[in-house]
């Protein structure tokens, strides 16, 4: 009996427990809150994007944190997610009536596409470093969304019609509707999100990167970010490993967008939903969750989302307060002069920083 | 005609990415980090020009004055607070802080000036040429721009062959703790070097909205990210080689624009910069970086 229960003791499995109760705690309140009546409409519209920023922001964690490669691009797999789920929604939509495997089958399709655009993307990408790296996931993303504003998708009675640019290329008949309708996105997404399904969404996700993290391929991905030629010199597939964690890292991502879609009505891609701001917004979860954490990923999602909409008046001011977020983190971490500092208050963060190193 | 109007209006926009590229690339030459604010400086710099001109009615040849002087201190600063601290720190560090400069001054500038677009009026009294019986038009304005960035390039490069702190530019590019060893005060080379990326995005900023004269909080960043695609397309640490991908960029830009499609000419200069990166990962005129173990 003793030994069924000795891997609980290894701290990091612990952890991964903590963070699965505390999703669930989170979203039993919730749902306790909600039964009562206690929760202002304001809060329940926030309650799907909620879960779609923690989706993405964990997908991104893992890129960043695991893989340590910084993509700024993960609002463009989020908006490949959204967009293949929902054009696959609204043309099946007559055939499958039954709202769960409508939804199934549209992540289904949402995140294997998000996935597959990480690996074909993440070919040519991972062979750069750093900030190119950086830069060309950036550009990826911006040439994405570029892309789904001139495309145009129509369905009429002789099939489907694809068109880039031009609307008038699609030939439809008279009886042909768009899909995707260009700048103007789609629009009739059926409504299938919901709350519990953003939090077993989140479930699945943390269940995905915990077992990755802690497999023999997780231990991989980490050694090549700790030092890429020694990972290489003993004989690590290095572009494997990274494209595969990329891969993974996008398709998340691509569930979050699915989410996204399957929750408005209108879905089109805007700056501010897809675009280089979005992936910025993601990418202040995961450094102020602790880059490592997503526990912490999770957290900030929630808090930096929840406090501006809560605290009406600070909402204008929410951008420039992630901004100073991220210099101050980073400085905190990194400066020499809060190096000394806080090796000087060491004692009195022992605590803190026993478990931060067991995360 | 129209093409060779369009080739006009290509270098034009590519000699202001080339000014912007020159930033980019010194700093990355000698501080190995992007910095991602540069776009940002740039709006700050055109802000300074309107607020005054426009609004105080300041002589347009002092309110440039003024906001290269503003650009310039902003550069230095920034780099005093957010990039100095992080010199040893792993890069993904120096990256993120540079987005969050980034970040920082267009909201700082969103909150400040609004997020309406103004309409920048020209600064640069120069008529447009009639060539060919009207058919070619060349603006004033693309031929000065034209013209400034070729004196850039050219006081930049004497700059930097012939005097002591250019020559120290190179040393501190080449190995920075050698270059401390030799005597050269390696801080404020790299804080010089800011000051003239900056002072340079100044004047690139008012070039910038004298073509296309609308102004928001985020008028930089597109086009400062475009100006890293040129730099990188050149050849990063180059500075003929910022010219020469300001210019190609450029060019691509606008027949991208005229002639396959508006929406879609973003998305085309970026897939250069992917099939740059990755047949010639070190641009026209980089040199290769071998890595040492």
Redesign the interface.
């Known amino acids: 009996m003793k030994d069924k229960f000795n891997f609980l003791k290894n701290s990091s499995v612990k952890s991964m427990f903590v963070t699965y109760a505390i999703v669930i705690v989170a979203y039993l309140v919730m749902e306790a809150l909600m039964f009562t009546g206690s929760v202002n409409y304001l809060l329940m519209d926030l309650l799907v994007p909620l879960c779609v920023y923690s989706i993405v922001a964990i997908g991104l964690c893992l890129c960043v944190g695991y893989l340590g490669e910084l993509s700024l691009g993960h609002a463009g797999f989020m908006c490949i997610g959204a967009f293949t789920s929902a054009t696959f929604s609204s043309l099946t939509k007559e055939f499958i009536s039954n709202e769960i495997v409508a939804f199934l089958l549209a992540f289904v399709i949402g995140t294997i596409f998000a996935g597959l655009f990480g690996f074909l993307i993440g070919i040519p990408v991972l062979r750069l470093r750093g900030d190119y790296l950086a830069i060309v996931t950036l550009a990826f993303g911006e040439i994405i969304k570029n892309i789904i504003n001139v495309l145009f998708i129509g369905k009429d009675s002789k099939g489907i019609h694809v068109a880039i640019v031009d609307p008038d290329a699609l030939k439809m008949e008279a009886d042909g509707k768009y899909i995707i309708n260009g700048a103007k996105g789609i629009s009739g997404t059926p409504h299938l999100s919901n709350f519990t399904i953003g939090v077993i969404l989140i479930l699945i996700s943390l269940f995905i990167v915990y077992n990755l993290v802690h497999s023999r391929s997780g231990r991989a991905v980490m050694a090549i970010r700790d030092n890429r030629i020694a990972a290489e010199s003993v004989g690590l597939n290095v572009t494997g490993y990274k494209l595969m964690a990329f891969s993974i890292s996008a398709a998340i991502a691509g569930a979050g967008g699915v989410l996204y879609a399957h929750n408005l009505s209108t879905l089109t891609a805007t700056p501010a939903n897809f675009g280089y701001n979005m992936s910025i917004m993601i990418l202040v979860f995961v450094v102020l969750g602790g880059m490592r954490s997503f526990r912490g990923s999770i957290i900030a999602a929630v808090l930096l989302t929840m406090l501006p909409e809560m605290l009406r008046g600070l909402s204008d001011y929410r951008m420039l307060i992630y901004s100073v977020v991220l210099i101050a983190m980073m400085l905190f971490n990194w400066s020499p002069k809060f190096k000394e500092l806080r090796s000087k208050y060491a004692g009195v963060f022992k605590r803190n920083k026993k478990s931060k190193e067991a995360v | 005609m129209s093409f060779i109007s369009y080739l006009i209006n290509g270098i034009s926009l590519g000699s202001i990415y080339a000014i912007i590229a020159l930033g980019y690339t010194m700093v ?1 030459g000698i501080a190995k ?2 910095n991602f604010a540069h776009g940002d400086v740039i709006m700050i710099g055109c802000y300074v020009v309107f607020t005054t001109v426009t609004g105080l009615g300041l002589n347009p040849y002092l309110s440039i004055l003024l906001s290269v002087i503003v650009c310039t201190v902003l550069g230095v600063v920034i780099e005093k607070i ?1 990039y100095k ?2 010199r ?10 540079a ?6 001054l ?3 500038a ?2 400040i000036f609004g997020a309406d677009t103004k309409s920048f009026t020209s600064v640069i009294p120069m008529n447009n040429i009639k060539l060919a019986g009207d058919k070619l038009v060349i603006s004033g304005v693309a031929m000065v721009t034209v013209c400034i960035c070729i004196v850039i390039m050219l006081a930049l490069m004497t700059f930097i062959k012939r005097t002591k702190a250019g020559q120290a530019m190179l040393a501190v590019s080449e190995d920075k703790d050698a270059a401390q060893l030799m005597g050269v005060n390696v801080n404020g080379t790299i804080s010089l070097t800011f000051a003239i990326g900056s002072g340079l995005a100044a004047i690139a900023g008012v070039l910038l909205c004298s073509a296309y004269p609308t102004l928001t909080p985020y008028t930089g ?1 597109m086009p400062g ?1 475009k100006a ?2 040129a730099a ?1 397309f050149g050849g990063i640490g180059s500075i003929p080689g910022a010219f020469i991908g300001g210019i190609l960029l450029g060019i691509i830009e606008i027949l991208g624009k005229a002639y396959i ?1 508006s ?2 000419s ?2 085309i200069v ?2 250069v ?2 099939i740059v ?2 047949v010639r ?1 070190t641009g026209i005129l980089g040199k290769a970086v071998h ?1 040492k ?1």
């Open positions: 990355y980090m992007l957010a601290p992080l040893k720190a792993p890069p993904l560090a120096v990256l993120i802080t987005i969050g400069v980034s970040y920082f267009q909201n700082f969103l909150l960043s990210i890293f695609t990188v499609s929406q879609l973003d998305a970026f897939a910069l992917i990166l990755l990962p890595e173990v």
